[in-house]
């Protein structure tokens, strides 16, 4: 019995990151370093118009005044960004007809990650734009979109097609010049995925997008764009995998989101980057600047996020509640293993009068692991009755790893009423206890506890999400106990 | 200003001490190289502390002789009387009523040098390692001039030791840096309450650094209550290390000042100790009062409880950040937490960050805040039952502070504190 349990338990904790095979697929790559002429490359690379090429070259430039930030909790040695390879993109044929035409190692990576992009298409009605290293690959389910007016394509196609509608919305959240790796991100992005939602457009189906870095060395620097006009709806999924490697990888994404009146976006992302091994050697650098505006009254904007990857996460989705009566939601779970560190939380920044935001944030941290939750609640002075309430709860498995909570509550008006509460627990021991005479084994009581603690943010994802991150939560935390 | 140019020529002048010469040099080397905090400095974000110190401010860390008339504390008419003035430690005034033998209250540069000499070495300048901003330092640079008190072991004192903050600004802006050392020995039970008083209307700037020891089964209680007009600025450390089952109750009253800052140090370093933390700033007119609390739990099985709670007219604005350390080997720990904030001024406002840091699993912390208006319900009931909209109102902000009030457990004191606090809300009942 002593021994079978040894065995459960030595399989568990042997037990590796099931992502991180590697696509042998030849790749478009620019050199190593950056330099004005690498963002010229990536640009002529892309065909991009004048306008575009001379917005990178602006970020770069700016780039280049500015100091990595070290504010955060986190700690890693110097990035060296002269090493990172900024553009890498699979070969392929020219121009593809249909989804039959991709590089049949292309597909069967996608189908490894279990996002076959045909069956997605036939079964599940999830429209997906993959993005493999730099550029996207394909584009599932436009015609049926494009029926009732749903703009969803990669950023390359959308700089060439819709210049109108990016030249107006890009960089409008999320200036070039707001941190060091905004400004990094516009000066080198290589793709992405652009949504546009027109007026009074419920989005038919769920849109998303699959992130993976494959080639060695290379940074992935992608960037999504969604608008949502008036009274329109968007459900937008995003998942990331990454190949085991030893070096750690750059990534450094931006996301911003535009919701006008009565317009309502929900962004959900699973991220799951190679966190690294049990020694701590490799994984994902994950620098993301998340923002979204309501921009219009009666506008909501949610995010949800499930952060079990990555070596180092520093991450803060944020929305400015700019139209009166606007709603912001953040729902957030995140949990570190062995050497993972975790800086994560939300900016609330209520500025229209009537506004209300929700903060759920779950902290999980295993190993030994650093997991922190950093957040602003922000009330200016004209925010009449602006109502927030934060949550941020955090379980520690195990004496090695760390909890750290920083939330920023900031209050400029007198009608405001805002709530903040916070609790550090373990998992009891009368819980354990519970369960066992119950008939469940230790791990699978675990599993139950966790997955309980982090329900109230789980029930915000989309379906097909839900349960595949519920699977990686347990995952991600096997062996972490006993 | 240059505020480094500015004290290293002050400390230059002021008069050479007999054996803290190595720690004030130390002091000084430190603030050299930090300087004053700007607000990009993380403790420092809310609060210009670098604006206080302007031209004309006057530091001649000499004791004066003038005659120095000040208002006694309502309510402790019977106490030991400590008493600073301009930021030192003045023997002439301090009058104690507590038998001989009891307590020793001597300078400290002459402590650093007596028998009591190891205590000061032992703890002197302890709080420095928490406050890397170069306002502790300042303070260091100047010790020579302060007060070490000493409550022998097994004593229960019966009445509160109350230092007075003195400063005589009658005539010009006045900066003063007092500090004081207190150790409390083995199973002894003490009441140290501090208060700050300004003879003239001039400016001032009082940068206090007080650290205590409480040794195994000692009980302290400290009260620090600033009430010294809206010319009056305050940047305070009191740094408390804990021993074994010590126990600590610390209360910071803010009434009124300029900028007030108050840091707030609990070090648990053994193992069952307890502290209570209770705050109170009830501000308005243009004050700003910034509480920042450390709770470091470095043993097991240490409890700590805090409640920090603020009131905010016209354009003043509350500033709390409360920290929660739980190291590796504090198992076991009970940390709660808890910040309310009510405003009432159009243009107040309140910034609040209460942070938690655990490197260990099994403990048990949590951390509340809340900002908000009065409640809504709460007024119309009263309003319904022919209370005025003026009374109504002082009835529930009353109530709100009350939970602080309470915790002072010398009636005299609560009725005096009571009474400054009814008269600003205009309570009329």
């Not at chain 1, 968007?234 to 995998?241: A, D, F, K, N, P």
């Not at chain 1, 750290?404 to 009368?430: C, L």
């Not at chain 2, 300029?258 to 004050?287: D, F, K, P, Q, W």
């Not at chain 2, 009030?405 to 005299?412: A, F, H, N, P, T």
């Amino acid at each position: 019995m002593q021994e079978e349990n040894e065995d459960i338990l030595e399989q568990i904790t042997t037990s590796e990151y099931k992502y991180g095979f590697v696509t042998d697929i030849e790749a478009d790559e620019a050199p190593k370093g950056l330099s004005e002429e690498t963002v010229r490359f990536i640009s002529a690379k892309k065909n991009e118009p004048e306008w575009m090429l001379e917005y990178r070259l602006k970020a770069y430039r700016h780039w280049l005044t500015m100091e990595e930030p070290t504010w955060a909790n986190l700690h890693y040695p110097s990035i060296n960004y002269q090493d990172v390879i900024y553009y890498s993109a699979p070969k392929q044929k020219v121009s593809l007809s249909s989804l039959d035409e991709i590089d049949p190692e292309l597909r069967s990576t996608f189908e490894k990650l279990g996002i076959s992009l045909d069956e997605q298409k036939r079964l599940s009605g999830v429209a997906v734009d993959a993005v493999m290293d730099s550029v996207s690959v394909a584009t599932t389910f436009k015609e049926e979109l494009s029926k009732v007016g749903v703009i969803f394509c990669s950023m390359s196609e959308a700089v060439k097609e819709h210049p109108e509608l990016i030249k107006k919305y890009l960089g409008s959240v999320v200036p070039a010049t707001d941190n060091f790796f905004t400004a990094l991100n516009s000066a080198v992005f290589s793709d992405g995925s652009f949504c546009f939602i027109p007026k009074g457009v419920r989005c038919p189906m769920e849109l998303s997008t699959y992130f993976r870095i494959n080639a060695a060395n290379t940074g992935q620097f992608e960037r999504t764009l969604i608008v949502a006009e008036e009274s329109s709806y968007v459900s937008y999924l995003e998942g990331c995998t990454a190949p085991m490697r030893d070096e750690n990888q750059l990534h450094a994404a931006v996301v911003e989101i535009v919701a006008m009146e009565k317009a309502e976006v929900k962004y959900s992302t699973v991220q799951n980057w190679y966190p690294g091994d049990k020694e701590g050697k490799g994984g994902i650098y994950n620098f993301v600047t998340k923002r979204g505006i309501c921009a219009g009254d009666h506008s909501k904007i949610s995010w949800t996020q499930v952060e079990t990857g990555s070596s180092i996460t520093w991450k803060y989705p944020s929305v400015i509640l700019k139209g009166d009566y606007s709603i912001a939601e953040f729902y957030s779970v995140a949990v570190t293993n062995n050497f993972q560190q975790a800086d994560t939380g939300t900016k609330m920044v209520h500025l229209g009068k009537n506004t209300r935001s929700r903060i759920v944030s779950k902290g999980i941290s295993a190993g030994k692991s650093q997991n922190s939750y950093r957040g602003l609640v922000s009330v200016a002075k004209n925010a009449d009755n602006a109502r927030n309430f934060s949550q941020c709860d955090s379980m520690l498995l195990g004496d090695k790893c760390g909890a750290h909570t920083f939330p920023y509550i900031e209050v400029k008006n007198n009608t405001a009423q805002v709530e903040h509460e916070a609790t550090t627990s373990k998992i009891g021991e009368d819980q354990i206890f519970y369960c066992n005479q119950r008939g469940l084994d230790t791990e699978t009581a675990v599993a139950l506890i966790i997955n309980g603690f982090a329900k109230e943010v789980m029930n915000q994802l989309p379906m097909e999400f839900a349960v595949e991150a519920q699977k990686l939560l347990a995952i991600s935390l096997e062996g972490s106990v006993g | 200003m240059d505020a480094i140019q500015f004290f290293t020529d002050a400390y230059a002048q002021q008069s050479s001490s007999l054996h803290l010469h190595a720690f004030q040099q130390s002091n000084l080397d430190a603030f050299s190289t930090m300087g004053l905090p700007a607000i990009k400095h993380e403790e420092w974000k809310y609060t210009k502390i670098r604006n206080l110190f302007k031209d004309g401010l006057t530091y001649t860390p000499t004791l004066s002789n003038s005659e120095i008339k000040f208002q006694t504390l309502k309510g402790t008419e019977e106490a030991n009387r400590i008493v600073f003035v301009n930021g030192l430690y003045n023997a002439a005034l301090t009058h104690l009523i507590e038998a001989e033998g009891n307590i020793v209250v001597k300078p400290l540069d002459t402590a650093a040098g007596d028998e009591d000499a190891e205590l000061v070495k032992k703890h002197l300048g302890h709080s420095k390692d928490y406050h890397l901003d170069g306002i502790n330092a300042l303070n260091g640079a100047f010790a020579a001039g302060g007060v070490f008190i000493k409550v022998k072991p097994n004593v229960v004192l019966t009445q509160p030791i109350v230092i007075y903050h003195v400063t005589d600004n009658a005539n010009g802006m006045i900066f003063s840096q007092p500090r004081i050392l207190g150790y409390l020995g083995k199973n002894a039970e003490a009441t140290i309450i501090e208060t700050y008083v300004s003879t003239g209307n001039s400016e001032s700037l009082s940068n206090e650094v007080i650290e205590m020891c409480v040794e195994r089964d000692a009980n302290l209680l400290y009260i620090k209550l600033q009430n010294e007009g809206a010319h009056s600025s305050h940047t305070g450390t009191t740094h408390i290390r804990q021993l074994e089952k010590a126990m600590t109750q610390a209360i910071t009253i803010s009434l009124s000042g300029a900028i007030v800052r108050n840091n707030l140090n609990m070090i648990m370093e053994a193992e069952y100790g307890e502290s209570h933390m209770y705050g109170l700033y009830l501000l308005n007119g243009n004050t700003q009062v910034d509480n920042h609390t450390i709770v470091d739990n470095q043993m097991p099985h240490c409890f700590s409880n805090e409640l920090y709670k603020g009131i905010m007219d016209d354009s003043s604005s509350g500033i709390f950040n409360g920290k929660i350390f739980v190291r590796k080997d504090a198992q076991k720990t009970n940390a709660y937490q808890s910040n309310k904030n009510v405003l009432i001024g159009a243009n107040a406002s309140a910034n609040t960050k209460p942070q938690l840091e655990i490197f260990a699993d099994d403990v048990k912390c949590s951390h509340g805040c809340t900002i908000g208006k009065l409640d809504e319900e709460a007024l119309f009931y009263l309003r319904a039952r022919g209370i005025s909209e003026t009374n109504a109102k002082a009835l529930l902000l009353h109530a709100f502070a009350g939970d602080i009030l309470q915790q002072i457990k010398y009636e005299g004191l609560r009725t005096h504190i009571d009474e400054l606090i009814s008269e600003r809300l205009s309570f009329q009942i």
